[in-house]
């Protein structure tokens, strides 16, 4: 597609479950990253994959958060054991290179209840 | 992460100049961007100035880096009811190909 696409673009879902965020980058992007967006805040770095492999993954802020890309396109952020703090806007940016600026997706809002 | 810092609000009327500032700490950035985000959308890039220019103009909008204070500035001339949003500066640092973005600035144009 001509820009990142993220789905979904809402989820709400109960305390306790498993939730899966994607994000397909733009074609040829090597470099993809996933932000946490909460209200009245900045993005926040949780992980970055150049290629298959998560190059960065230190923002990541605890082992229930883990993200693939296991072709180096389609990345999948997923979040086990959801609490009431993970809601946020989860924002994925891809860029072509190593010196490129990140496009950014629309993200997908996430609400924990 | 980095300290991207910015001011929450900014409110100017229609048709004056807004200037938006943001200080960061790493001295070793290679690129400063200038992100806009509206309500309900993603971040889109404005501009974005390499780390060995001064200044850099784009139609309505002026980039100033002081990389001796660390300072970054987006100036937006004639603003307009539609540039009413929220602004982010980020640092691209090289090593480790890391974006870090500030807290953001919501401007708020009165017409």
Request: contains cysteine; negative net charge; aromatic residues 12%.
């Amino acid at each position: 597609g001509a820009g990142v696409s993220q789905t979904p673009s809402n989820k709400v879902t109960e305390k306790g479950k498993y939730v899966e965020l994607r994000c397909d980058p733009i074609s040829g992007h090597t470099a993809l990253y996933w932000y946490r967006q909460s209200l009245g805040q900045g993005p926040e770095f949780l992980i970055y994959f150049q290629g298959t492999g998560a190059a960065d993954d230190s923002g990541l802020p605890n082992d229930r958060f883990f993200a693939v890309r296991p072709e180096g396109s389609v990345s999948t952020l997923k979040i086990q054991r959801t609490e009431r703090g993970d809601s946020a806007v989860y924002l994925c940016a891809s860029s072509p290179g190593v010196t490129g600026e990140l496009f950014f997706g629309e993200g997908s809002r996430l609400t924990v209840l | 992460g980095e300290d991207v810092e910015q001011s929450l609000f900014l409110s100017v009327r229609e048709g004056d100049s807004s200037v938006i500032n943001c200080t960061y700490t790493d001295s070793s950035s290679t690129y400063l961007y200038w992100y806009k985000q509206e309500p309900g959308a993603g971040l889109q890039l404005l501009t974005y100035i390499f780390s060995n220019m001064d200044m850099k103009q784009d139609q309505r909008l002026t980039v100033l880096l002081n990389k001796k204070d660390k300072h970054l500035s987006l100036r937006i001339a004639d603003t307009q009811t539609g540039d009413s949003a929220i602004y982010f500066c980020a640092e691209h640092l090289y090593t480790g190909n890391q974006f870090y973005f500030g807290t953001g600035t919501s401007l708020t144009v009165i017409p």
